[in-house]
């Protein structure tokens, strides 16, 4: 079946812009979770969807940073202004369950600032 | 704050070797650990998992080893093959407050297969 997907895969945009990253997760998931992954570095956790609440936000940098869920399927995750430091892979998992494991990640989306 | 941490960042081994990923974690209240494998550009994805109350658990040539006494998880692979070559993540889950469950990542091992 199909898994997460998610799009752009590369988006090149220069400092100050805006940019919106999707990911559609696997039909019938319940929890998205967005994470950030810096160049040769782990994944750092940004937020985690509950159907689509967001009980969970603690991992978002700055407020430059937001993330909405729609009819419990896609989610958009928005950076404003860009800055090169938010330069990294943005990879989405979802789960069938609401307990953290089990996660379905998604190919990411390579976000590079000029 | 606690994290999940790797011994060693990158790991060379002959083909068909036995490979051993080392993975330290902090928090004593973590439940759960997983192993995930990242080939370039693309996602994590699952390799095996393991829960507090087992020490061991196998899968198919690998086999995941959990010491709670001194949070230490291992990966090991079986005759290692070209494709198993990419950055392998532990992660651990414990409760925030809230209720909330989370996965914690480690930095990543990468593991370089030579023919």
């Known amino acids: 079946g199909a898994g997460v997907s998610q799009s752009p895969s590369n988006k090149v945009t220069e400092k100050g812009k805006d940019v919106e990253l999707r990911c559609d997760p696997i039909?019938?998931?319940?929890?998205l979770y967005w994470y950030r992954q810096s160049l040769g570095q782990g994944l750092e956790f940004l937020i985690y969807f509950q159907g689509n609440s967001a009980p969970d936000k603690s991992g978002l940098p700055s407020d430059r940073f937001s993330a909405e869920r729609t009819g419990g399927s896609v989610s958009t995750l928005t950076i404003q202004r860009t800055q090169q430091e938010d330069s990294a892979v943005y990879l989405c998992a979802s789960s069938p369950r609401d307990d953290g494991e089990t996660q379905y990640f998604g190919p990411g989306t390579r976000l590079l600032v000029l | 704050g606690e994290s999940v941490g790797l011994h060693l960042p990158t790991l060379s081994v002959q083909e068909g070797d036995n490979s051993i990923i080392n993975c330290a974690y902090s928090?004593?209240?973590?439940?759960?650990f997983i192993w995930y494998k990242q080939e370039s550009g693309k996602g994590p994805q699952f390799i095996i998992d393991?829960?507090?109350?087992?020490d061991k658990r196998q899968g198919q040539r690998v086999t995941v080893l959990l010491n709670k006494t001194v949070k230490h998880l291992s990966l090991q692979i079986a005759a290692t093959q070209p494709g198993d070559s990419a950055v392998y993540f532990c992660a651990e889950k414990y409760p925030f407050s809230g209720g909330y469950n989370k996965l914690i990542f480690g930095a990543g091992t990468r593991l370089a297969v030579h023919p």
């Open positions: 393991i829960r507090s109350n087992m």
């Open positions: 928090n004593s209240a973590s439940d759960y």
């Open positions: 039909s019938g998931h319940t929890a």
